[in-house]
C-alpha cells in the first residue's frame, strides 16, 4: 500500500498563528518523505524531503520548517504564518525503489 | 535534473487521442522521463515513466525519441475525466528530489 494520509483537507488560520500540519504513510518502512506547495495557479514547489528519521532537507529557505519524528510521520510546521503562506500542500512518499512518488490529497491553506 | 519544457496548454476533442509533448534536450544518460497529472484540487497521479524504450500502460503510452530529447505521452481516447494539468519531469533514480515544471493544462472537449 501506498497510502498516504494527510489532515486537515482545508484550514483556515490567521496571519501570526501557528501551524502543524501532518502526515502518515503507509508501507514499506524507511521511506522517502516530500513536502510541497503550491500557490493559487502556480506549479509544485518542492519544499522539503527526508530520507529518514531526523534527516530533514530543505529546498527554500523561508517561513517553515519540517520534521520527521517517526518511519512514517513527516510534520509541516510554522510559528508566526504569513500571508504569503497560504496555498495547496501535498504531501508524498517515493517507492521502495525510489522510482515514483505518490501524493496524498492535500491540505489547502488559507492564512487571513 | 534536467529541465523539460511543455506547452502551457492544449485542447483536445473527447474520444480522440490527446498527445501532449515534452522536450528535455539536456536529459543525460541515466535520467528518466517521467509523467504525472493533476486534476484539479487533488494530488498529483504517476503516470508513466521510461528510459528509452516505449512504454505502455492501462492509463497512457509514453513514446520517447531515440535520442531521447523529447518525449510524448498519448492518452488514446481521453475523456472528459482527463482533463487536468500533466507534468513531465526528468529525474535519476540515485536523486531524492521530484521537481515540477508548470506542465501543460489539458482541455478535452466534449
Known amino acids: 500500500s501506498q497510502t498516504i494520509h494527510q489532515w486537515p483537507a482545508t484550514l483556515v488560520q490567521p496571519v501570526g498563528s ?95 | 535534473d534536467a529541465k523539460t519544457t511543455q506547452p502551457p496548454s492544449m485542447d483536445c476533442a473527447e474520444g480522440r487521442a490527446a498527445n501532449l509533448p515534452c522536450n528535455h534536450s ?12 493533476q486534476i484539479h484540487s487533488q494530488g498529483p497521479q504517476y503516470i508513466i515513466h521510461g528510459l528509452k524504450n516505449n512504454e505502455t500502460n492501462e492509463m497512457a503510452s509514453l513514446i520517447i525519441t531515440e535520442d531521447r530529447k523529447s518525449s510524448t505521452l498519448i492518452l488514446p481516447h481521453a475523456t472528459l475525466r482527463d482533463t487536468a494539468v500533466y507534468y513531465c519531469i526528468v529525474r535519476s533514480p540515485g536523486t531524492y528530489k521530484y521537481i515540477f515544471g508548470t506542465g501543460t493544462r489539458l482541455k478535452v472537449l466534449a
Not at chain 1, 519540517?66 to 517507492?95: E, H, N, V
Open chain 2, 26 to 37: 539536456t536529459i543525460s544518460g541515466n535520467e528518466y522521463v517521467y509523467w504525472y497529472r
Open chain 1, 18 to 112: 501557528p501551524l502543524s500540519l501532518e502526515c502518515t504513510v503507509e508501507g514499506t518502512s524507511n521511506p522517502n518523505l516530500y513536502w510541497y506547495r503550491q500557490a493559487a495557479g502556480r506549479g509544485l514547489q518542492l519544499l522539503f524531503y527526508s530520507v529518514g528519521i531526523g534527516q530533514i532537507s530543505s529546498e527554500v529557505p523561508q517561513n517553515l520548517s519540517a520534521s520527521r519524528p517517526q518511519d512514517r510521520q513527516f510534520i509541516l510546521s510554522s510559528k508566526k504564518l504569513l500571508l504569503s503562506d497560504s496555498g495547496f500542500y501535498l504531501c508524498a512518499r517515493a517507492t521502495e525503489t525510489n522510482t515514483e512518488a505518490f501524493f496524498g490529497q492535500g491540505t489547502r491553506l488559507t492564512v487571513v
